[in-house]
Structures are given as structure tokens and as C-alpha cells.
């Protein structure tokens, strides 16, 4: 018991009956599960009747590894969901129709299985692609929702086409799976839990040998694993799950929260033992991670006790736009490195996005810190952004045979590998470009069938038309390319977070083709932008002998710690994400309420949110809304404010007295706009400390001196910001602007139509009304004194 704290020593000694340990973030619940597998054995306990499971290999290997540290004689069953379903089903395979050697296929190869069960199917794989359909049967089967059983639900009760699509084929890819005796990861898991319910002397056989049983993250567990360790803890229910619901952020794949939450009605003679003990962040780090996470409502009670001394306070940093934010993250690390604060290794930088990541990566090249990017690859590397570039690659040159091979058939257009590689052939017989060749695909002997030789034809003329369509402008087309090409409406059509993320990455190569486009004037073509792309994929090779600055996702941040942490685009839309927000679903919010709070309690000494005050996304320059929860920080700690470039460069609008818009993207010097690593931007910060709220009627606010919402004192009252509070806090009334408008209200312009007011505020001493119009999605803002924007439904006299 050495080294443990009082309730982590509950914790281990605890041996019979089952046991909730709320472990918060930092608080040791590995120890806690190492040692207390350590004192069931010095009890008495059979090593052989312990199991310890864990979700990651990485996780069971740590822990497997602290056992036999403790117990080098002893065989302790430590193992993944997986890896311990595999061999349950190893040994009974027969029960389910498989023979003992079955294949566990990837995910490439359940793609080409179910490929060929759709074409089988006539299914149009240019709609109903493998990996949509591949998608919404793993949910099904974390669902515990087996194929006969599905198939009879859409018999009775049909459901929308997909659904009545995945209804036909879910089937018969099982009973493929089943004859080629393979399984995919998700039946692991589904199979294990039918064969537990409805065999149930396996079950008691099973319940038998494992009698104490240990689960971590029990949080992120789905239906299938909620069954399985239900399932084994009947005649002893010797099962202790340690987890924390605060830290639940894998919803979209299929975790349920109410797992963990309704553990207590399970196990009605349930412990309950909370680890608030923080042995990682700082007292000001867990103070700001507490107030935020106590808004959600799906939590267990809990509060964080900081045990490491006092470090700096928790800043935001609010920038002008994602190019200052970038290198004012980057210069800001470069100058604690140099120093001696900070090694490049202490630092992490994440994000909810990777689209967020590009402008962040050549900030770092620019002052040439090492940085990686862990759990995902690095923007230009991203299999949607190398398609898209290898489109433009083939307009700039069309004998690029691998760009020709890469694209071809992205989107699918029943253009296969047999048919590519007959065609190439023949170009290569013949003397012909791939594209020359497939203006001939009739001709190409062995004969190509007629809708692989129309296929071929009608991607030639394609890139003809995108060629034709070359103005100039990188930017444009690229879109070109991606509307016509049906690249960007095949992602669109689909609601996976994946193919929304693939989109998001998409917007922020047109964005950054854009800037190129701008920062090159008359002067930008196509192979320069080309070649600049280029030029950020092969950087020279940085010397990571001091280690490397980490870029991630927040969710990929799960487990890690580090002593520096930035998180980026604290803004609506962003995190909360926008399909939180949209949808107004309390429990997604929340969910993006526990993500934030994951990622705050990873910093160790040091932690720095960020926000911008427009950012450019899906080309657009846009005014950016402060996240909600910056207004749910404690409000009784001074909190150090950031500004870089407010008021400093930030210039009144371009106006026009005869355009009632006002064009924000005038707003930026040239030199903010990235052309390249040539240009060198080191902003030069304002720092501030935010006093607590006081009465601000008779204060005035401007862009360069910003002052404390009347909420908790960290929202920010710049008047180009409109606080997310105000829209999403029922308690609050509307903003609404002196003229009369107010945010949601509809409203008809004479050369837009109809709209819905987005924000209500001013830049400058100008009243503005920002406004979404629903005919073709544009954003204007305008001059509210003089615009000729009309409320629908109000008395226009």
C-alpha cells in the first residue's frame, strides 16, 4: 500500500462484491488496478480466475506489464475486448458456424468483401459505397443487432432508402463472411455476447473461471461489451469497473455513457469509490476543468483535488484570424524554447478538427520547430487532400501517370483494376498519355467492356473541361474540379464524422489555394501553386534530437500528458462542433463539453486556449462566435487574456457608400495572407489581465481594449465577437441591435431573398447585421443603418 492514497487503498483492498471506482483524470487508477490485481492474489485469490481488461493494446500491455512487475510468478489474464473475444470465440467457433481457424479480416478487406457482395447485388457502388455501408452495419452490431434481426425490422417497419439498402445487404455479407469462415472486428464482440445470451451453459462456465473481473474506461464501453461483462459477473459479481463518465467522448462510435452512469441499478450492492486526487495539472488547470465539466448534467459527482503546486493561470488567446493564430503559437513556443522554458517535446497542440492543423504546421516549419503529427498524418499527406492535388496534377501535366492511376476511379466509377491496367497498356503500345488513351478506350485491344470504355471516355472529358476552366485562379478551379469531379458531393451525402472531416479538410485546401492566389497576384499559376504544395510535403528534415512538438486531435489526446497545451478554435461551430450546435442536442453538446475537458486536464503546468476573431473556412472569411464555454470558467480567478493583433492592425472596413456589405477579407493586411514559407509574420502581443466583472454601464469598449462580458469573466466583450452565451443560454434575451434587428429574425433583401439574421453588433462605430440567405447558403453583413434588408411579417414604415 505504499505510495497510495487513502481512497486508492480502499480502492485495492477492496476484493468481493462489485465496485465503482470514479477515477478522474491524473488521479493513478492504473496503480489502483495493478495493485489491487496484486492483493487479490497475496488474499488467496487464483491468478486464473482474475481477468483485467482494458481497450487499447498499448493500455493492456502497460498494465500486463505492472503485474508481472508485482507478481513475476503469477499468469494474470490481462486483455483487450477484442483480444479476449477472439479467443472465447476461438475455442467455440462451431456455436456461431465458424471453424476454430478463422481469418480476422482489416478493414480493407471487409471493404472488398463487401464490394463484391454488392455488385453481386446491382447496388450503384458510385452511391451506395462499401465504406457507407460498411459503417452503418458496425453500428448495428454495436448495437447488438444481428442481420436476420435487422432484416425483419425493415420487413415489418421499412425505413428510409438506406436503411432498406443495408437491410439487403447486411445479410448476405454475413453469409459470406461466414462461408469464407471470417469475421470483421465488430463481430468479435457480437458474437461473443449472442452466443453468452442464448447459451447459457457457456455463460455459467465462463462466469465460473473469471470470478474477479476488471474493466477500465468502462465509460467507453458499447452495448456488445456491456453485455459481455454483464453477462460473466452473474454468480460472482466480483467485478470492479474503474472509468469516469466526465471523460466519455467516443459517442459517435458507439460508447454509451449510461454504462457507467446506471452502474449503481446493475449492482445495486455497488461501492462507490471516487479518485479526485489529481496528481498531474496544476491547481488553476483543474479549477477551470472543474467549473467547465460541472454544466453537464450526465456526470457522477466528483471534484478535482490538485496535489502539484501552484502554476500560471489558464490564458486565451484571442487572435485576428488563423494565420495570426498559427504564428503566434509558433513564436510563442519558439521564444520559451529558446529560452530554456520549454523543450519543443513538452508541448502539445490540439484541436477538434484536423482541418485546423495546416496553418499550424508551416507556423512551425516557418520557425522551424520539429513537431509531428501523432494518430493522423500531416495535412498535405491526407488521402482526400493527395486525391484533390492529384487532379490538379493531372490538368498540369497529363502524362503524370500516378496521378492519373490515383484518381481515375475517385470517386468509384466502376472503373477497375483490371480495366486501368488493359488501358494503360495499350497507351503505352500505342504511344498515347493515360488521358489520350481513354478518349480512344473503344479502341484498346483486348477488347474493354462498354461501360469501362464510357467510364474512361467521360473522365477524359472531364479533365478537359476542368483544363478549359483554368482562369487563373487556383481556387476556383479547384472547386471546379471538386463539383464536377462529384468528389466533394460524394462525401457531402454521407453523415459520418469521417467523410465531415474529409469535407472540412477539403474547405482548407480551397482556402489555402486561395491565399495563394492572393499572395501571388499576377503572378500565380497552377505550377506554382503545384510546386509550393510540394515544397511544404518534402520539408527539409528537421533535427528532432530535442524532441518534436505533437499536433493531434482531442480525441486522439486521450491518456497523454503533457506539460504545455494549446487547444485551438475555442469558437462555436469548431468545438462545440457545428453539428452540435445545429442540432441543438443537449447530450452532443455536453459530449463536446467532456471532449474540451479531456484535453484541458492532459496540461500538466501550462495551458492556452484559442480563439480567432474571423477564421477562414470553406474559403470564406467569417466572423467567429466565441465558444460557449469560455463563459463557464471560474469566475473568482483572474484570467490572463492574449490579444495579438486587435487593435493593432485590424483596420476599419473597406465601405462603400453605394454596397450596404461590408467585405471582411478587406480587413486583412496582404502580409497576414499565406503565400508561402517566404513570408515572415511575428505578431506583437497585448497582454491584459481581466479583473473580475464589475459595473460596466458607463465604460466603453473598443477592438484594442477588451473588457469582461457580464458573465463569467471570461467571455470577451469585443465588440467584433458575438458571445455564444447570448444564443445559447435560455435565460439570456436576444441581442438585439438598435435598429431593430435581432439574431434568428427572417428578413428579405432585393438582390439575396430571403435570410436569417446569424449576429447583430458592430465593426467600428458601424452597426452590423450578419445574414445567412437561403437561396444559394451565402453570408453577407451589412451596414445596418443603410441596408435595405426588410423583417418579414414587421411593419416596414
Known amino acids: 500500500m505504499d505510495g497510495l492514497t487513502l481512497s486508492q487503498q480502499t480502492a485495492v483492498q477492496h476484493v468481493d462484491g462489485p465496485l465503482l471506482v470514479l477515477a478522474g483524470p491524473g488521479s493513478g487508477k492504473t496503480r489502483v488496478v495493478t495493485r489491487r490485481v496484486a492483493h487479490l492474489v497475496e488474499r488467496g485469490v487464483p491468478p486464473r480466475h482474475i481477468l483485467a481488461i482494458t481497450f487499447t493494446n498499448k493500455a493492456s500491455q502497460e498494465m500486463a506489464e505492472r503485474v ?25 467457433a462451431g456455436i456461431v458456424g465458424l471453424q476454430p481457424n478463422y481469418s480476422i479480416l482489416d478493414t480493407g478487406d471487409q471493404r472488398s468483401i463487401l464490394r463484391e457482395v454488392m455488385n453481386e447485388l446491382d447496388f450503384d457502388l458510385t452511391h451506395f459505397t462499401p465504406d457507407k455501408i460498411a459503417w452503418r452495419i458496425s453500428q448495428l452490431k454495436n448495437d447488438l443487432v444481428s442481420s436476420e434481426d435487422y432484416a425483419l425490422r425493415m420487413a415489418e417497419c421499412p425505413g428510409d ?49 473469471f470470478r474477479y473481473i476488471m474493466v477500465d474506461e468502462y465509460q467507453d464501453t458499447n452495448a456488445a461489451q ?4 454483464l453477462a460473466l459477473s452473474q454468480r460472482f459479481p466480483n467485478l470492479c469497473v474503474t472509468g469516469d463518465p466526465d471523460q466519455s467522448i467516443y459517442g459517435w462510435r458507439g460508447a454509451r455513457i449510461a454504462n457507467i452512469l446506471r452502474f449503481e441499478q446493475d449492482y445495486p450492492q455497488a461501492k462507490v469509490i471516487r479518485l479526485e486526487e489529481n496528481f498531474r495539472s496544476s491547481p488553476e488547470i483543474l479549477s477551470a476543468a472543474d467549473s467547465l465539466i460541472a454544466n453537464n448534467s450526465q456526470r457522477k459527482e466528483k471534484h478535482l483535488i490538485a496535489t ?120 503505352d503500345q500505342q504511344g498515347l498519355t493515360p488521358l489520350e488513351a481513354c478518349l480512344r478506350a473503344k479502341e484498346v485491344t483486348p477488347k474493354l467492356g462498354a461501360k469501362a470504355a464510357f467510364g474512361f471516355k467521360l473522365f477524359a472529358e472531364l479533365i478537359q473541361r476542368c ?41 482548407e485546401l480551397v482556402t489555402a489555394a486561395k491565399q495563394y492566389d492572393e499572395g501571388a497576384g499576377d503572378t500565380k499559376s497552377l505550377s506554382g501553386f503545384l510546386e509550393q504544395v510540394s515544397l511544404v510535403s518534402d520539408t527539409d528534415s528537421l533535427d528532432s534530437s530535442a524532441g518534436s512538438v505533437t499536433l493531434m486531435t482531442l480525441h486522439a489526446a486521450k491518456g497523454l500528458e503533457f506539460p504545455v497545451v494549446f487547444i485551438l478554435g475555442l469558437e462555436e461551430g469548431l468545438l462545440p ?56 470558467f471560474p469566475h473568482d480567478q483572474e484570467l490572463q487574456e492574449t490579444v495579438y493583433g486587435v487593435g493593432q492592425r485590424f483596420k476599419a472596413p473597406v465601405w462603400d457608400p453605394d454596397d450596404d456589405t461590408i467585405d471582411v477579407s478587406a480587413d486583412l493586411d496582404e502580409e497576414e495572407e499565406d503565400s508561402g514559407p517566404s513570408v515572415s509574420m511575428t505578431p506583437k502581443p497585448t497582454t491584459k489581465v481581466i479583473e473580475p466583472p464589475h459595473d460596466s454601464s458607463s465604460s466603453k469598449t473598443n477592438i484594442g481594449h477588451t473588457k469582461p462580458a457580464s458573465r463569467k469573466s471570461s467571455v470577451f466583450s469585443n465588440p467584433l465577437l458575438t458571445t455564444a452565451a447570448s444564443l445559447l443560454d435560455g435565460k439570456k434575451e436576444p441581442v438585439v441591435a438598435p ?16 435570410g436569417q439574421v446569424l449576429t447583430v453588433g458592430h465593426i467600428a462605430s458601424r452597426r452590423t447585421v450578419t445574414v445567412a440567405f437561403d437561396e444559394d447558403g451565402r453570408i453577407e453583413t451589412f451596414v445596418a443603418a443603410k441596408c435595405p434588408l426588410q423583417p418579414i411579417g414587421h411593419d416596414t414604415e
Not at 78 to 86: D, G, I, K, L, N
Not at 183 to 188: A, H, K, R
Not at 226 to 229: F, L
Not at 601 to 623: I, M, N, W
Open 68 to 92: 508481472h512487475h508485482l507478481l513475476p510468478d503469477c499468469r494474470v489474464r490481462v486483455s483487450t475486448f477484442h483480444r479476449f473475444c477472439a479467443s472465447i470465440l476461438r475455442q467455440h
Open 308 to 427: 502539484q503546486p501552484s502554476g500560471p493561470a489558464v490564458k486565451s488567446l484571442l487572435f485576428e484570424n488563423g494565420n495570426d493564430e498559427a504564428d503566434g503559437i509558433a513564436t510563442r513556443i519558439q521564444a520559451a524554447v529558446e529560452a530554456g522554458r520549454w523543450r519543443p517535446s513538452d508541448v502539445a497542440i490540439f484541436y477538434r478538427t484536423n482541418a485546423l492543423s495546416r496553418q499550424v504546421e508551416m507556423a512551425l516549419q516557418r520557425v522551424r520547430l520539429p513537431y509531428q503529427i501523432a494518430a493522423g498524418v500531416a495535412f498535405y499527406e491526407r488521402a482526400e487532400i493527395k486525391d484533390a492535388i492529384a487532379y490538379l496534377r493531372l490538368i498540369a501535366n497529363p502524362n503524370d501517370r500516378a496521378a492519373f492511376i490515383r484518381v481515375v476511379n475517385k470517386p468509384l466509377r466502376g472503373l477497375g483494376e483490371t480495366s486501368r491496367k488493359r488501358l494503360l497498356e495499350w497507351a
Open 161 to 209: 432508402l438506406w436503411e432498406t439498402v443495408t437491410a439487403r445487404i447486411y445479410p448476405a455479407y454475413q453469409k459470406r463472411m461466414l462461408e469464407a469462415n471470417s469475421v470483421d472486428f465488430d463481430d468479435l464482440l457480437i458474437h461473443v455476447a449472442r452466443m453468452l445470451a442464448e447459451h447459457d451453459e457457456l455463460r455459467q462456465s465462463l462466469d465460473q473461471q
Open 226 to 229: 456491456y453485455q459481455i461483462v
Open 577 to 632: 462542433h457545428e453539428r452540435a450546435v445545429r442540432e441543438g442536442d443537449r447530450h452532443a453538446i455536453e459530449e463536446e463539453r467532456r471532449l474540451l475537458f479531456v484535453g484541458m486536464t492532459r496540461a500538466k503546468r501550462e495551458l492556452l486556449l484559442t480563439l480567432t476573431a474571423v477564421r477562414a473556412l470553406r474559403g470564406r472569411l467569417l466572423t467567429s462566435i466565441p465558444s460557449l464555454f469560455l463563459s463557464e
Open 739 to 754: 435598429i431593430g434587428f435581432q439574431i434568428g429574425m427572417q428578413v428579405r433583401h432585393p438582390r439575396y431573398g430571403v
Open 467 to 507: 483544363s478549359l476552366a483554368d482562369s487563373g485562379s487556383v481556387s476556383e478551379l479547384l472547386e471546379t474540379i471538386l463539383d464536377k469531379s462529384f468528389y466533394r458531393g460524394s462525401l457531402a451525402s454521407n453523415a459520418q464524422e469521417d467523410d465531415i472531416e474529409r469535407l472540412q479538410n477539403l474547405d
